[in-house]
């Protein structure tokens, strides 16, 4: 009986007994999600020994249980998954642990998302997910490149590829193919205000709201009403810009990837995903992201870390774009994507996020006002390139209620 008690002694000392991690998240909700995340963590946890429970929050619901787990000391949350700007709120809160310390060892992280991954320099997650909006070019379009312009300057987001690149451009392709050859979203449900307050605006001014009424913001509109003799007119009738480009009505367009990629799917040769193209100020782009944050207190970090190793590897980072949509954050991702429609949009999405010269835009968290923020944008837009209005005499009164909508939220403007 001695012999076999050593024995089992030894085994328990070769086989590593892991805590528990709860791992709460506001991501992966739908059922669909759910169940997709559930199954790669019970693949993990049976290959690692940590026993992995994923509990699913509304952002409220996960703020209320951090800070009483705080308060009480009582920490049963061992991991948290939430977008960017609630990641922030949490560290505001005091709720986050510094992860300043912490190397996930394989993986090299996109430069502009670890950038945006700190709060009063401490970093307070790990990124996980992106999603954002791109431009799809068909390879047609670049036999009409204008001069001092390439196709690796457009594909790679150079400095070169700018707004009044684009200008040039769209108009060689127009005056050559004798038809208008950009297209945008702006029919009803069309995502086009979302061009204007987390692309140009940014791009130009360096803010979404903040310098709306700026001699920045009326070079920008200048440029925008010349760069409209170019785009097609049917544009006011559509609401995604997969099909117009599928039917060769234009050869250049912008929208979120979710609403590019059947024409990606459908034509993978045909097609490539690309940065925007950058302003005066930079590269202005809306980016969806989500992060891995562990809260103050966690006891079982080491193990936590394991599980984040796991949801950032290239292998679950390509699982998470096949299954879910989500982009991968992690350079090493692109090299295991199969050929195809995904690795297309995923290569133009991680091109853009590695730009250098970004300036990232998140949508403002402005609840029941969020309507009357884009309304804004849509209205200028209609006024000054469509009913031919100055700047000048549109943009005040529309940057006062602008600033009147963020200081009756409570946020301060962006």
Known sequence: MR??????????????????????????????????????????????????????????DLLSRLEAEHKTNKITINLVADLQANLYNFAAEGLLADLSDIQIPGVTFLSTLEKYSTFKNQKVFIP??????????????????????????????????????????AQKLMVETKTPQLGFPLGPKGLWHRFLHGYIYPSYTGFQAAKFDSDEAYTMWRDLQVLFNYVHPACTTWDSMDQPLLRNEVMIAWDHTARLKQ?????????????????????????????????KGVQNVDEVVKVIEFLTSPETQVAILQNVGFFPVVKEASN???????????????????????????????????????????????????YKESPASVLPDLAKKLKGIFEEVGVPIQ
Do not use: C, H
């Open 3 to 60: 012999k076999y008690f050593v024995l089992f002694l030894i085994l328990m000392l070769l086989v590593p007994i892991f805590g528990k991690v709860n791992f709460g998240s506001t991501q992966m909700t739908p059922a669909a999600e759910r169940e997709f995340l559930l199954n790669q963590l019970a693949a993990f946890s049976k290959s690692s020994g940590i026993d992995v429970g994923l509990i699913n929050f509304e952002y409220p």
């Open 128 to 169: 996980w997910l992106q999603a954002t909006y791109a431009m799809a070019i068909n390879k047609k379009a670049f036999e009409y490149l204008p001069a001092g312009l390439s196709k690796d300057d457009v594909i790679n987001g150079t400095e070169k590829w700018t707004y009044k690149a684009l200008i040039n451009w």
């Open 336 to 386: 295991a994507i199969p050929e195809g429609a995904l690795k297309i949009l995923a290569q133009g999405v991680l091109n853009q996020s590695s730009a250098p010269d970004s300036i990232i835009a998140t949508i403002p968290g402005l609840g029941s006002k969020g309507g009357e923020f884009t309304e804004t944008y849509r209205n200028a837009f209609t006024r000054i390139v469509f």
């Open 263 to 295: 024409a990606i799917v459908e034509r993978p040769n045909d097609f490539v995903v690309v940065p925007v193209p950058r302003g005066p100020e930079g590269r202005g782009y809306i980016l969806v992201m989500a992060g891995l944050a562990i809260p």
